[in-house]
């Protein structure tokens, strides 16, 4: 009867510990959704982080621009354009464009700004305006908007009365991930060009040639050593070793190349292992009877191994491709923490893991931007697993 | 038949020229880790050279130094390797037996429906990044440690706290543990559980007498990288540890100071004693690993033994 009763608590202890792995998983869930989930849409996607001033010249009068459907905020039928009052993700006080008609002569200016004179700007919803100066119906030369802290209605009354125009200056929308997803990119095609060739040929070279001699298993060995390695090593690595390498490419600072090259050594062991792994199920007889129909080992390997092994390189790719995505401490280092808006391969940049870095380190973290973006990482790397398992189901199945 | 020799003679060639090719990329592969100790090496010990353009730094002052103040130069590690230590091995003795229970409810006690679902939930938590963790804790662990806080009375920085570097490094090292344990317990020899269950044993009796302890070296093998991943676990614990100036840290509600936070606070030149003496703290990291790792290999083979 004791036993029972022992047995009893013991399995329900088991029960409560495995509960604690579900609740952890659901808060994690819970949390970044509850915070995350109204700030994720597709203007987060598309806007880039840092905001733009641009003032636009207009020298305009004005014209009839009624429309029949009811738009938000005020609507001025002369201007073509409709105005609210906002708090921006910053949380300061904004007038907001929520309309602008196409042929508003608002709508497209050349801006005046220095350094790009006469190029082509447009005002479009999500805007927000500064400052608009007018010329008063007495003829004097004034301004308007949120600098003189006045709100949108009084604005929009302002420009109604104006004689004309003259210039708007305004800001574009920001606080979007558009730069950090173009960065995660570069970072995951160029870390995948260098890491994939070799992980690959390492593999075939320890599965396919190698002896059990000494060098074999000191090879082997170092390249194992690397996932024991914490990344922000790899950090440390990336800017003694790597960075006069990407100084040959004219790089001055730390850049996403020298990132790139940091990620590429970081994946070496995940790609080496899947594609190990492939070609360990790669049937021997297989290789014997291409051997014995007259095909070379190289020939072998390419047209027959390589083949079969597939689906475990591609395992690498997508496992390799989720750790791009959630990989912070390493690029910290190589990559830089500002996020820049207009990425190239020798800039420095975020990707989307180092721009929640970037702005949780600081003095206010800004918790709902960090979970819409956590939420977008959590959603790739649990569908690059999900598509992982589903290969190694099929590939599984096909030698079974 | 001349044809046919050359046409062989080729293709020999032409293979032995894939074979160093591949080994040529084995051995630069396996090259890099060797490139990584001797760089951080030479890196981080040239503080501590005569003739260091920044300055000399006393190498025994850095090590054993209770003080970390980068405004002000001084740098000792002492207390970060002892809170290094005291986090990520609290952040073990509460993970290791919650990771050990789930793995045998998973492969042993659960319906197999439950298992695998189980199972799915530790891969998901295996796939979060670390940066994610980050957030979260920043967001409900530091919250909870701040309620703990106000329970007993005493006051934390926001929930930046020991308390909550150890409760998040235990749920990061959690599914490491535990899929290492899942393979060891399902690596258990079949007869020894009948032999157990045959002599009269209840099935929760062989589960947690027999099993368990078959699975021993697997499991201490699960807790080895559990513990060397929470050694180097760095933005996720930079968000909640606070970076206390001088240490070590004990009370749980205080603010702590790890060596990879320390190589992450206040990160903004890339010259400068304050950027070289990372790497010596990296250094440092790289050996604390080692040697932990080492001599849990030894206890790893003692236990196993056993």
């Known amino acids: 009867m004791s036993t029972k009763i022992k047995d009893k608590i013991l399995n329900t202890i088991t029960y409560f510990a495995s509960g604690i792995s579900v609740f952890v998983l659901g808060a994690v869930l819970v949390f970044l959704f509850s915070k995350g989930f109204s700030t994720l849409n597709w203007d987060l996607i598309v806007n880039n982080y840092w905001s733009q001033n641009l003032l636009g010249t207009v020298d305009s009068v004005g014209g009839d621009y009624t429309i029949s459907e009811e738009v938000d905020g005020i609507y001025s039928a002369r201007w073509g354009i409709a105005l609210k009052d906002n708090v921006n993700s910053q949380k300061e006080k904004v007038i907001e464009v929520t309309y602008i008609h196409p042929e508003s002569p608002l709508k497209t200016m050349l801006s005046s700004s220095a350094g790009d004179n006469n190029k082509e700007i447009t005002l479009e919803d999500g805007y927000t305006i500064q400052k608009i100066d007018i010329v008063t119906s007495d003829g004097i030369p004034t301004f308007t908007g949120k600098i003189m802290s006045q709100d949108a209605a009084t604005v929009i009354s302002n420009i109604d009365s104006a004689q004309k125009i003259t210039s708007i200056y305004y800001k574009t929308t920001g606080g979007g991930i558009r730069s950090s997803l173009i960065t995660t990119l570069y970072l995951i095609v160029i870390s995948l060009v260098i890491a994939l060739p070799i992980g690959v040929c390492s593999a075939i070279y320890l599965h396919e040639y190698a002896s059990k001699s000494k060098l074999n298993k000191l090879i082997r060995q170092g390249i194992e050593t690397l996932t024991g390695v914490p990344s922000i090593v790899y950090g440390l690595m990336g800017v003694t070793v790597l960075f006069p390498v990407t100084q040959l490419f004219g790089a001055t600072t730390t850049s996403i190349l020298l990132g790139g090259l940091t990620m590429s050594i970081i994946l070496l062991p995940t790609i080496m292992k899947s594609t190990e792994e492939a070609l360990i199920v790669v049937p021997q007889s297989l290789r014997d009877g291409s051997l014995s129909l007259g095909a070379t080992k190289s020939q072998t390997i390419f047209k027959v191994v390589l083949p079969c092994a597939v689906n475990g390189i591609l395992t690498g790719v997508l496992l390799s491709i989720g750790r791009v995505i959630g990989e912070s401490a390493a690029l910290i280092y190589t990559m830089g923490t500002f996020i820049n808006d207009s990425p190239k391969l020798l800039s420095q940049g975020t990707t989307l893991s180092l721009m929640i870095w970037s702005f949780m380190s600081g003095e206010q973290p800004n918790f709902e931007l960090a979970s819409a973006i956590s939420i977008i990482i959590l959603v790739i790397v649990l569908v690059l697993n999900f598509i992982v398992k589903a290969i190694a189901k099929k590939f599984t199945k096909n030698f079974a | ?306």
């Open chain 2, 1 to 306: 038949m001349q044809v046919n020799k050359k046409y062989i003679k080729k293709n020999k060639t032409i293979d032995s020229i894939y074979k160093y090719f591949f080994m040529a990329m084995a051995i630069l592969a396996s090259s890099f880790i060797v490139l990584l100790v001797l760089f951080v090496f030479t890196k981080g010990i040239s503080p501590f050279l005569s003739g260091y353009e920044y300055g000399q730094v006393n190498f025994f002052d850095f090590l054993f130094g209770l003080t970390y103040r980068q405004d002000k130069g001084i740098y000792g590690v002492g207390f970060i390797i002892i809170n290094t230590f005291i986090s990520a091995f609290a952040a073990l003795i509460i993970s290791f037996p919650i990771s050990v229970l789930t793995a045998l409810f998973i492969v042993k006690i659960a319906p197999k429906n439950l298992s695998k679902v189980m199972q799915t939930i530790v891969e998901l938590l295996a796939s979060i990044p670390s940066i994610v963790y980050g957030v979260f804790a920043g967001g409900v662990i530091t919250g909870i440690v701040k309620d703990l806080a106000l329970l007993f009375g005493v006051s934390t920085a926001g929930g930046s706290s020991l308390l909550a570097v150890v409760i998040l490094l235990a749920i990061m090292i959690f599914p490491t543990i535990t899929s290492l344990s899942i393979s060891a317990i399902q690596a258990v020899d079949k007869d020894l559980e009948q032999a157990s269950l045959a002599l009269g044993a209840t099935k929760t009796q062989t589960n947690f007498k027999i099993v368990l302890i078959a699975a021993k070296s697997g499991i201490f093998a699960g807790a080895i990288l559990g513990i060397g991943r929470a050694f180097g676990e760095a933005t996720a614990v930079a968000m909640v540890a606070g970076n206390k100036l001088f240490g070590p840290t004990f009370n749980p509600f205080d603010i702590t100071r790890t060596l990879t936070t320390t190589m992450l606070a206040g990160l903004k030149e890339t010259s400068g004693l304050d950027y070289d003496i990372r790497f010596s703290v990296g250094l440092v990291l790289m050996v604390v690993i080692f040697v932990s790792n080492y001599i849990l290999n030894l206890v790893k083979k003692k236990v196993g033994n056993m």
